[in-house]
């Protein structure tokens, strides 16, 4: 089945800027999403890519898809304290959602 | 709009009791479904529902039942409560996932707060 799998830790400096990491198997995927999950909080959309760009802007945050070697990042540019969080990528396979494992972002002064 | 809500926030269960989990949505979406979350494995779908009278199975749908008499509500039942189910429940729900539902780009799903469950 469709697999998706990212880093489980990733730490910084806070005004550095963040990169996640994801890869994902099934070569259909026409929408690529980023969530973030706060602590004791549910999940919520960041950004999203479709499958036909290489990039995506949205203020701080960038991401990159090479549909070539089935790899999404995140970037996070000047990470702040508030960013600490975990932050999951998720494809499309039919009509279900399939979750990474998520990447806890810790963020230190 | 109170947007996803789930209850309980707590329970805890003893090995072989049945419960059930509640979740209602009020923006009239049609798409529903329910995950659980481990540490270091993400979320997995346990079940979905693509609209009223209509549910499927997901990654992990063992030992979990579900319904889908209204749009508003999706409750999961546990039928024989056991350790293994010891996790976060979210339950989320959307106008559609991605392009399916013809919309432009990603509709936004939306996540409950969540219900942590205990099973001694």
């Known amino acids: 089945g469709e697999d998706v799998e990212q880093s489980l830790f990733l730490s910084v400096r806070e005004g550095d800027s963040s990169v996640i990491n994801c890869t994902y198997t099934d070569s259909s995927s026409t929408y690529l999403y980023w969530y973030k999950q706060e602590p004791g909080a549910g999940l919520q959309l960041l950004t999203y890519?479709?499958?036909?760009?290489d990039m995506k802007q949205d203020q701080r945050l960038t991401v990159l898809l090479n549909k070539k070697d089935k790899h999404l990042s995140l970037r996070i540019a000047d990470t702040q304290t508030g960013d600490s969080a975990i932050y999951f990528c998720?494809?499309?396979?039919?009509?279900?959602?399939?979750f990474g494992t998520g990447t806890r972002l810790q963020v230190f002064p | 709009n109170a947007g996803v809500t789930q209850t309980p926030k707590f329970q805890v269960l003893k090995t072989g009791q049945s419960m059930t989990l509640q979740c209602a949505q009020d923006m009239n979406h049609e798409y529903m479904s329910w995950y659980r979350q481990d540490p270091g494995m993400g979320l997995r779908l346990i079940h979905y529902?693509?609209?009223?009278?209509?549910?499927d199975q997901g990654e992990v749908p063992n030992g979990y039942n579900v319904s889908r008499s209204t749009t508003e509500d999706f409750p999961l039942r546990l039928l024989s409560a056991a350790p293994s189910q010891t996790s976060v429940y979210f339950c989320?729900?959307?106008?559609?996932?991605?392009?399916?539902?013809?919309?432009?780009?990603?509709?936004?799903?939306?996540f409950g707060p969540g219900t942590r469950l205990t099973v001694l």
């Open positions: 890519i479709f499958s036909n760009m």
């Open positions: 989320a729900s959307s106008n559609s996932i991605g392009g399916l539902g013809g919309r432009k780009g990603a509709d936004t799903q939306y």
């Open positions: 998720a494809d499309i396979n039919t009509d279900k959602l399939i």
């Open positions: 529902s693509v609209g009223a009278g209509i549910t």
